[in-house]
Nanobody, 125 residues
């Protein structure tokens, strides 16, 4: 069993930045593809960025490529999502997920075995 806890969300002005953290417990993140998703009200959960289980591969959805960066610190068992610059349309609840996927990064939410509780990001225009 893996427990994931996100933090770092909040209110930020458009053009600003935030760094989200997702700390895992119960198992090392080295065995999991770790990804970030977001879900806005009335919308489906959307893949944003992920890093493969071995740390070799990263993947970004086009809408955040060049603005968001995901990384992991295996010593801290934590993954990060740095977001800069933020736009009003980035407002959502952000989730991290852990998947046993072994072929790079999977974008499908159904492939993720564990989820955090989410952290809210609000972007004012």
């Amino acid at each position: 069993q893996v427990q994931l806890v996100e933090s770092g969300g909040g209110l930020v002005q458009a053009g600003g930045s935030l760094r989200l953290s997702c700390t895992a417990s119960g198992h090392t993140i080295n065995d999991y593809c770790m990804s970030w998703f977001r879900q806005a009200p009335g919308k489906e959960r959307e893949f944003l960025a992920g890093v493969s289980w071995n740390g070799i591969t990263t993947d970004y959805v086009k809408s955040v490529e060049g603005r968001f960066t995901t990384s992991r610190d295996t010593a801290k068992n934590t993954v990060y999502l740095e977001m800069d610059p933020l736009k009003p349309e980035d407002a959502a609840v952000y989730y991290c997920g852990a998947s046993r996927w072994r072929f790079g990064v999977t974008r499908a939410p159904r492939d993720y075995d564990y989820w955090g509780q989410g952290t809210q990001v609000i972007v004012s225009s």
